[in-house]
């Protein structure tokens, strides 16, 4: 399988805690003519869980008519509540988008029997193609390699799987395990960091959050990986390594991104919803200034 990147996409306000949907498609116009290979809209990097049903289904209606089949969709449709999660998925599949990507439930903790007895039941209603999404900090759940395969073995609309952990170990156990008997299955790491760890063990490659304000630097490291260019390799890694100090600027990062994306030249608002309005100057200039630094501006 050939590298990717996928981002990962804000989502951008106006004033009033509205989508401001000319905001956004100036974003999505910087990803595409950056290159990037796909995009999530409504992950967590796009304040998901603030959005309504009823906004989250115009967003995502949105998103395919603006990106037209220029780069591969693939919605965050994950909900709180599984009807929900099941009537956003249907529709995002319905309307032309390339899979849609559902993070497990959020509240209550679950055991593998759980985790399994819940996708399980999705994958027999959800037309089309599902992306897992791990991400044990947020669900305090985690995959086994054992209950990936299992649902794998049940279902063959489950086609990839964005793994958000600390340690690359768990992502290779799965891929491991799972590899020989599903090639085609395509798991992405969601640090930016694990980018050539994943790729090296058989993944697709990274949906990353840092692709929203260089998706430009990302595209280089995709293109130098996929030519073999050794030297270009290393050096986008050692960048990217440097600027993953970004996550840890601001305990939300959506904010922060954003206001560096407009600092960088791009024309956004740079609203963030509730609880989260509020980024410190201080930390939009120690950003500028990591940025600046790493790239050599």
Not at 24 to 48: A, M, Q, W, Y
Not at 122 to 143: C, H, M, V, W
Request: glycine share 8%.
């Amino acid at each position: 399988m050939e590298a990717e990147i996928i981002t990962p996409s804000l989502t951008i306000f106006n004033d009033d805690g509205s989508i401001d949907y000319e905001g956004n498609r100036r974003l999505i116009r910087h990803l595409i003519d950056n290159k990037v290979d796909g995009i999530v809209p409504l992950g967590s990097t796009g304040e998901f869980t603030s959005l309504s049903f009823k906004q989250k289904k115009e967003f995502i209606d949105f998103y395919l008519s603006e990106t037209a089949g220029s780069v591969k969709l693939l919605p965050g449709t994950g909900c709180i509540n599984y009807q929900e999660t099941i009537e956003l998925s249907n529709f995002a599949l319905a309307k032309g988008a390339e899979g849609v990507l559902i993070i497990g439930q959020y509240y209550y903790a679950m055991t593998q029997a759980d985790i399994f007895h819940y996708y399980d039941y999705l994958a027999k209603q959800i037309e089309g193609n599902i992306y897992l999404y791990n991400f044990p900090a947020r669900t305090s759940t985690d995959f086994t390699p054992e209950t990936v395969l299992r649902l794998l073995n049940s279902h063959r609309n489950i086609v990839g799987m964005k793994e958000s952990v600390s340690t690359f170990t768990h992502t290779k156990d799965i891929m491991q395990l799972i590899k020989a008997e599903f090639p085609e299955f395509k798991m992405y790491s969601g640090f930016d960091n694990q980018f050539l760890d994943n790729i090296d063990y058989g993944g697709q490659g990274s949906i990353g959050g840092l692709s929203n304000i260089l998706p430009g630097l990302w595209s280089k490291w995709v293109s130098a990986k996929k030519a073999g260019l050794y030297s270009e390799i290393i050096d986008i890694k050692e960048k990217i390594l440097s600027l993953m100090k970004l996550y840890q600027i601001e305990y939300n990062c959506s904010g922060l991104f954003k206001e560096l994306l407009k600092a960088r030249g791009l024309n956004i608002n740079t609203r963030t919803l509730f609880p989260f309005e509020h980024v410190k100057k201080e930390s939009v200039e120690e950003g500028l200034k990591l940025i600046s630094q790493v790239m050599g501006e």
